[in-house]
């Protein structure tokens, strides 16, 4: 059983950045490909990026490439989402998730956070 924890939601401004991170349990934090995904209200959850459990391999949402970045820290369990040049779009709950496999983790996960709200104001 893995135990996600997402943290670093807010307020923040249209332009301005703002790091996501999640925080994991157990000691196979390496094994698992991570993900994130976001919800905004009204609309299905959708895949934001995904990293591999080596940190090799990324992927993104058209929408956030160059914009935002996936990165993990083995060593402390901890995924991170480095968000830039936020847009009133990028408004949403945002989801830490975690799969066995990188490759279906765009459209499945076998572990979920609870969600952090990111609030982008024009």
């Known amino acids: 059983q893995v135990q996600l924890v997402e943290s670093g939601g807010g307020l923040v401004q249209a332009g301005g950045s703002l790091r996501l991170s999640c925080a994991t349990s157990?000691?196979?934090?390496?094994?698992?490909?991570m993900g994130w995904f976001r919800q905004a209200p009204g609309k299905e959850r959708e895949f934001v990026a995904a990293?591999?459990?080596?940190?090799?391999?990324?992927s993104y949402q058209d929408s956030v490439k160059g914009r935002f970045t996936i990165s993990r820290d083995n060593a402390k369990n901890t995924v991170y989402l480095q968000m830039n040049s936020l847009k009133p779009e990028d408004t949403a709950v945002y989801y830490c998730?975690?799969?066995?496999?990188?490759?279906?983790?765009?459209?499945?996960?076998?572990?979920w956070g609870q969600g952090t709200q990111l609030t982008v104001s024009s």
């Open positions: 990293i591999s459990g080596s940190g090799r391999r990324t």
């Open positions: 157990g000691r196979t934090f390496g094994t698992y490909s």
């Open positions: 998730a975690a799969d066995s496999s990188f490759t279906t983790l765009s459209t499945r996960a076998d572990y």
